[in-house]
C-alpha cells in the first residue's frame, strides 16, 4: 500500500514539474522530484533508459520481455 502510494506521489509531482516547465517558470522544489521503478516503486538502483529499476530490470531481460536484450552466457 506504501509503495503504491509513493509511485502516486512521485507521478504527481513529475506532472506538476512538466506543467511549470511548460508554462515557463521555474520548479518550486527541484529535488523533491525523484525517479522510482515504474513496476514496484523502488527509488534505488534505477534505470533512466528504461524507467525501472536494477531488479525489474534484471527480470524482464530474464524473461526477455526486453526488446534487444539477451542476456549473456559463456
Do not use: D
Amino acid at each position: 500500500m506504501a509503495r503504491t502510494a509513493l509511485i502516486v506521489k512521485t507521478a504527481r509531482r513529475q506532472e506538476k514539474k512538466a506543467r511549470q516547465l511548460a508554462a515557463g517558470k521555474k520548479p518550486t522544489f527541484p529535488t523533491r522530484v525523484y525517479n522510482r521503478c515504474h513496476l514496484c516503486g523502488r527509488n534505488h538502483g534505477y534505470l533512466r533508459r528504461f524507467g525501472i529499476c536494477r531488479i525489474c530490470f534484471r527480470e524482464k531481460a530474464r524473461q526477455g520481455k526486453i526488446m534487444g536484450l539477451k542476456k549473456s552466457s559463456w
